[in-house]
C-alpha cells in the first residue's frame, strides 16, 4: 500500500538549519509531484512547496523563497526540504504528500518541528 | 488565490445535511479539492476537480460549483464525520488552502 514517512523534524534554534526527508513506497514515486504542506499548532493547513514529477519545476510558497529548497532522488524514492534560517512562526507538522495530476492524493503522516531558544 | 471557507465552526446532529461553502477570490475553473482531517491525523482527500468523490468515500459526501463558489455537502451526516474540512485550490501557485470548518456532531 501507499506509504509516506516523514523524518527529520526536531527542537532547532532560530535562524538555523534543519532536512526534512519522506520516504515514498506502495506508488510509481517519478509519476507523482511531491510537495510539502505544514500546520503550525492549532492552525490550518498551509501549503509550502512542491517539485514536479521530473524534478524540472520547483515552487514555493511566499514565506518560505529563498530560505527553502526542496529536491527529490528518485533512486531512492525520497523528497527533502532544506530549511535554513529558521524563524518561531516556522514552528510546524510538515507533511509530505504526492500529487499524479493537481490534486494531493497521498499524504505522510508528518513531522514536528519546533523553532525555539 | 484566496479560497474563504464557511462557516469556520458546525454542530449538527446525526443524520443532519451539512453543507460547507468555500469562495474563491477570482476563477478556479474547477480546480479545487475537498479534504477531511480528523484530530492528530494527516489530512485526506475526499473530493478532487470540484466533484469527483475519490475511491473509498462515503456516498453522503458530494462536491459541486457554482462559478466561484463551491460547496461541500454531507447527506446524512455520521459520528465518524466529525472533523476538520478543507478546500484547496490547485489553479496556480502558491497552492491555497481555506481556513477549514471544523464538524462537530
Known amino acids: 500500500q501507499v506509504q509516506l514517512v516523514e523524518s527529520g523534524g526536531g527542537v532547532v534554534q532560530p535562524g538555523r538549519s534543519l532536512r526534512l526527508s519522506c520516504a515514498a513506497s506502495g506508488f510509481i514515486f517519478t509519476d507523482y509531484g511531491m510537495h510539502w504542506v505544514r500546520q503550525a499548532p492549532g492552525k490550518g493547513l498551509e501549503w509550502v512547496a512542491i517539485?514536479?514529477?521530473?524534478?524540472?519545476?520547483?515552487h514555493y510558497a511566499d514565506p518560505v523563497k529563498g530560505r527553502f529548497s526542496i529536491s527529490r532522488d528518485d533512486s531512492k524514492n525520497t523528497v527533502s526540504l532544506e530549511m535554513n534560517s529558521l524563524r518561531p512562526d516556522d514552528t510546524a507538522v510538515y507533511y509530505c504528500a504526492g500529487s499524479w495530476s493537481y490534486y494531493l492524493d497521498y499524504w505522510g503522516q508528518g513531522t514536528l518541528v519546533t523553532v525555539s531558544s | 488565490i484566496q479560497l474563504t471557507q464557511s462557516p469556520s465552526f458546525l454542530s449538527a446532529s446525526v443524520g443532519d445535511r451539512v453543507i460547507i461553502t468555500c469562495r474563491a477570490s477570482q476563477d478556479i475553473n474547477s480546480y479545487l479539492a475537498w479534504f477531511q482531517q480528523r484530530p492528530g491525523k494527516a489530512p485526506e482527500l475526499l473530493i478532487s476537480a470540484a466533484s469527483t468523490l475519490q475511491k473509498g468515500v462515503p456516498l453522503r459526501f458530494s462536491g459541486s460549483r457554482s462559478g466561484t463558489e463551491f460547496t461541500l455537502t454531507i447527506s446524512s451526516l455520521q459520528p465518524e464525520d466529525s472533523a476538520t474540512y478543507y478546500c484547496?485550490?490547485?489553479?496556480?501557485?502558491?497552492?491555497?488552502f481555506g481556513g477549514g470548518t471544523k464538524v462537530e456532531t
Open positions: 484547496q485550490q490547485s489553479k496556480s501557485y502558491p497552492l491555497t
Open positions: 517539485i514536479s514529477y521530473d524534478g524540472s519545476q520547483k
